[in-house]
């Protein structure tokens, strides 16, 4: 009987338990499985551009990999071998003899500058730098200069537009973000949105892209990377040392020609005189000429093509009025009598100059006067020396002049002392 109680009371017990613990559970979130983190970075993309978008062979990328050059610099350099329709060995051939300079590069090999432009971009577009500025000179029919950091942009913005098939809004905003992170802007976006490689559907050449098998579809990524090596291997047998040297000397022999190496030389004058040009435009218009990089989280402002201020017609000159016939007076009334107007002498023409004589007719200046002598001037005499105290006060002493006196006329005597003396004597 109390074995029959405990059951009675445990398995309401029990069930309540089982009850609150599977109402505890169901109210806990339930979390999706990890994702599986890829490592595909930028050897996988800079395989799928170099293959689909290029065009270039196996044997092309194996040289291209153990070159040594920068990635950026690759871009451009097969750009420039695709328009020439030459082999990327020889454009990076003249790439190092002219100074490691790509805008020089294309016009050694008569690549017209305008190719690295992107046609898609309408003019009123909004660019960040180093676009504005290269895109403002481009839209008013401009030529200049460019450095190899704004060719390497041109060209990544081409890749972007026509081969991963972004907007020129869409590649400028994630530019704009990639550059405020101190992140490299094309590879950054490159990277992160590796499946859209070829959605684009275009080549450097506008044409179709041939579509290859690429790392993130050959069943993950180790199978990948065992094909690659296999075909490195196959590459490897076939370009020995022996070969590159002999390619090596024929692209040596073509380059070094009479007429091609003055060629170069001639492209490297007018590439120098453009860089100076510039220099000195952006030297004289800091502030027009060059823009300066927008600030973290901002849009660089909006570049327009300058206007051509319009023309003001010119009015129509009016017909001059023909004079009206003066009146004919009658034979009464005298005419008044009309002034001939002053005669106008002919101007004189001036005399033309006289020809430049020669240097034969030319009398021979005359020669140079001699200059005059000076004469010597004389010494003056010495003075004369002091006489002592002793000379002085023994000379005579000069008599003093003395003045004579005239004596004084006698007064003359009156008459009355005369009557008086003649009365006495009577």
């Not at 009016?318 to 002919?346: G, H, N, Q």
Request: proline share 12%; with cysteine; aromatic share 8%.
């Amino acid at each position: 009987m109390r074995n029959l109680l405990f059951a009675l009371i445990g398995v309401p017990a029990l069930t309540g338990c089982v009850f609150h613990r599977h109402r505890i559970s169901a109210q806990q979130p339930v979390y999706a499985p990890p994702p599986v983190q890829t490592t595909y970075g930028w050897n996988h993309v800079r395989w799928c551009v170099w293959t689909e978008y290029y065009g270039c062979t196996e044997e092309e990328m194996y040289a291209l990999e153990r070159s040594g050059y920068d990635d950026d610099d690759v871009l451009v350099l097969c750009h420039i071998a695709r328009h020439a329709r030459v082999p990327v060995r020889t454009v990076a051939y003249e790439y190092d003899r002219c100074d490691r300079s790509l805008y020089t590069t294309a016009m050694a090999f008569r690549v017209d500058p305008v190719t690295l432009y992107c046609r898609e971009l309408p003019r009123e577009a909004t660019c960040p730098a180093p676009y504005g500025r290269v895109y403002a000179s481009y839209w008013r029919g401009e030529r200049p200069f460019l450095t190899n950091d704004e060719c390497r942009a041109l060209v990544h913005l081409q890749i972007g537009v026509r081969y991963y098939g972004y907007t020129h809004a869409a590649y400028f905003r994630d530019y704009d973000r990639c550059r405020s992170r101190n992140e490299h802007p094309f590879r950054s976006v490159a990277v992160r949105d590796y499946s859209r490689c070829g959605a684009g559907g275009r080549t450097v050449q506008e044409t179709v892209v041939v579509k290859k098998e690429k790392p993130w579809d050959a069943g993950g990524l180790k199978v990948w990377e065992k094909k690659r090596e296999v075909e490195r291997e196959k590459v490897k047998t076939l370009c020995t040392p022996q070969k590159e040297k002999e390619e090596h000397e024929k692209t040596r022999q073509a380059a070094e020609a009479p007429d091609r190496k003055a060629h170069v030389q001639q492209v490297r004058l007018e590439a120098t005189a453009l860089k100076v040009r510039r220099d000195e435009t952006d030297a004289r218009h800091p502030v027009d000429g060059r823009e300066k990089p927008a600030p973290a989280g901002t849009r660089s402002a909006k570049i327009e093509p300058p206007r051509v201020p319009e023309r003001t017609p010119v009015p129509a000159k009016k017909a001059e009025a023909a004079p009206e016939p003066r009146p004919v007076l009658p034979r009464s009334t005298e005419a008044r009598k009309v002034e001939p107007p002053p005669r106008v002498e002919a101007r004189k023409p001036a005399p033309s100059p006289e020809p430049p004589r020669r240097a034969e007719e030319r009398s021979p200046a005359p020669p140079p006067e001699p200059p005059k002598r000076v004469e010597a001037r004389r010494p003056a005499p010495p003075p004369e020396p002091p006489r002592r105290i002793e000379e002085r006060r023994s000379a005579p002493a000069a008599p003093p002049r003395i003045q004579e006196k005239r004596a004084a006329p006698a007064p003359e005597r009156k008459s009355e002392e005369r009557k008086g003396g003649d009365s006495r004597k009577k």
